[in-house]
């Protein structure tokens, strides 16, 4: 498929804020009482997610920061509203978090359109689906090249820094992008940006390294006064400088889920019939830290469902949490999960930059730093620590019971601040 620029009309027209009442006729599989306690409970993060979009293949071989490479690069990207066909600087990048997609309208759409954060009839909005993600970029569910075989456990280890570094590619060689205004992501999405900040923040469109052959990036001298730099602003939210001990110990209690499963079978698994067991109570992990001790007691509190036919209840929160693991199943496979957890605890904005504190002192591009008050996954101290080293930096915390989720679930907030901020 081609390049996206201003093709994607009847996706903006689209762009209504997704109910609760289509997320329940999108599963149509689960019992009425799981349903009914789903929808009257926490909202869900996530509209209808496809593979839908256009796709970037690199040019050449990917040599990736591990020093492996992958033979053939893909992307998966969406667009929304117009490239300016002069300048080429109306580009707004909006990064997913670890099991999102390109499909923008899907989960932050009440951010997208006229007059909104991504106002499709000012900017062009690009978001890409990184590379280990189920959603159409290549993947461990990939072929691998000149063989019918897919990576599986084979597929190479994927940093945040290398999936910043093939966008940056996409963008410049293939959309022909001059300029970005700015790049915003939450959670996974907010370490993009960050990462965005250090390649892009920090060097002009021409002085933009993104060399292949030489992938580990070093302390880059500051930009010449009479350049711009390629990215002008950046908007990370929940997120941290670096993976800490804390954000490591949740992704391996995930991953041991995985392991656990009979099925795993040391990494070379059925893929007609997965360790889909281990994969549910991973994701399960996953929700418990991305909600708070008072979003659950509010949603849930010791409430029981109704009887079965055995006369048998069980506690609400016991029912929405199965109904989010076997949910999970339609949308992920056990080795691509594992290796997106993985992928994420490589985010290191300090490595090879001479640490945190110098890496984010040499970005000087304006920066809004979302944090959410009851995030316990990555907790307000690390939005603090974003903001006291980047110097040209503001913060804002958003007051909610949602959690880590927040900056899913807050999405009037959150425009109302990237509004305010572009």
């Known amino acids: 498929m081609g390049s996206g620029i201003g093709s994607d009309s009847s996706m903006v027209a689209s762009n209504d804020r997704i109910t609760k009442a289509s997320m329940v006729n999108n599963n149509n599989n689960n019992n009425n009482i799981t349903k009914r306690f789903f929808t009257t409970s926490m909202e869900d993060e996530y509209g209808e997610m496809t593979d839908d979009g256009f796709t970037y293949t690199h040019p050449k071989p990917f040599v990736l920061e591990s020093g492996e490479v992958l033979e053939e690069a893909s992307l998966r990207y969406q667009t929304y509203g117009t490239l300016d066909p002069v300048k080429r600087d109306n580009v707004i990048v909006v990064c997913h978090a670890l099991t999102g997609n390109a499909s923008l309208h899907a989960w932050w759409g009440a951010l997208l359109g006229k007059g909104l954060a991504f106002d499709t009839s000012k900017y062009l909005v690009v978001c890409a689906n990184i590379l280990g993600s189920s959603y159409g970029s290549t993947s461990p569910t990939s072929l691998k090249p000149n063989n019918s075989q897919r990576y599986g456990m084979d ?208 970005c000087k591009i304006p920066s809004l730093i979302l944090g959410i008050e009851s995030d316990v996954l990555y907790p307000v101290t690390e939005q603090e620590e974003l903001h006291q080293h980047l110097p040209n930096s503001e913060l804002h915390v958003i007051h909610s019971n949602a959690g880590h989720d927040g900056f899913l679930l807050e999405q009037d907030e959150v425009n109302e601040q990237i509004v305010q901020f572009l």
């Open 155 to 362: 597929f190479p280890e994927i940093s945040i820094r290398d999936n910043v570094r093939i966008q940056l590619s996409m963008l410049k060689d293939e959309l022909k992008v001059k300029q970005i205004k700015s790049v915003i992501g939450g959670s996974c999405g907010g370490m993009q940006a960050l990462e965005y900040g250090m390649v892009a923040g920090t060097s002009s469109l021409t002085d933009l390294d993104l060399d292949l052959e030489s992938p580990t990036s070093k302390i880059k001298p500051e930009i010449s006064s009479s350049e711009e730099p390629f990215l002008k602003s950046m908007i990370p939210i929940a997120c941290g400088a670096q993976h800490t001990a804390w954000q490591i110990a949740i992704s391996e209690c995930q991953r041991q889920a995985i392991y656990s499963d009979p099925k795993w079978n040391g990494g070379d698994i059925d893929w007609d019939d997965p360790p889909n067991s281990g994969l549910s109570i991973a994701r399960q992990i996953g929700m418990v830290s991305y909600r708070s001790r008072a979003g659950y007691h509010e949603k849930f509190g010791r409430q029981k469902t109704e009887e079965n036919d055995s006369g048998k209840s069980e506690y609400e929160v016991k029912s929405y949490l199965k109904y989010q693991g076997e949910k999970f199943l339609s949308r992920f496979d056990p080795v691509t999960y594992l290796k997106l957890t993985e992928q994420i605890d490589t985010h290191d904005i300090g490595r090879n930059r001479g640490g945190i504190e110098q890496a984010l002192q040499n």
